[in-house]
């Protein structure tokens, strides 16, 4: 994956997926499957920083990774944040979708902790949405792009797929929850498909027009 690749004598410009979670590799290298970029994951950077994420918005978030990360290698770097809003908690988690149960925590920990707090709470009253913001640095500017999905959160876990929040997230059209579906039928409806299809049309026109 780091090494360089050529195509009619012309290097593919390279492009930093500024993460180190592998479950977000593997979708977002889906996403991104057909893109004439070479993919870089961090495992090519062994000393990139571990970039603090303290913004309040996951727009803010997003960009600070992907500038960071960028400036580190030299490199383009594209970042996201995403977050999981429950309309009864206020937008809980939100911008701590990722450590709402606390510092260096299991996925499960912080399902556990929504169950918890949703316990008792009416279907029809357990609406959500996740939204996540791609951001591309590149030449010192940085570019966002955004998705969303609506969806209700389930009272116990369903599927084993995904990741996150997935098991719990249940999408109506589809009558099932994240966990319960195909990649390929989750990144066609998902907040993370839809920003990355935006990112895509993003990169095609600044780069290759």
Partial sequence: MTEVT??????LRKLVLATRNNDKIVEIGKLLQGLDVQ???????PEAPDVLEDGDTLEANAIKKAR???????LAAVADDTGLEVDCLHGAPGVYSGRYAGENVSYSDNVNKLLDELHGVPWEERKARFRC?????DNGMSK???GGCEGIICEKPQGSKGFGYDPVFFVQEYGKTFAEMELADKNTVSHRGIA???FRQLVEEQWFK
């Fill in 68 to 74: 960071e990360i960028a400036e580190y290698t030299g």
């Fill in 133 to 137: 913001v791609v951001a591309l640095h």
């Fill in 144 to 146: 966002t792009v955004e």
């Fill in 39 to 45: 993919l870089l994951s961090l495992d090519a950077f």
């Fill in 196 to 198: 990355f299809k935006r």
């Fill in 6 to 11: 050529v195509v009619q004598n012309t290097v």
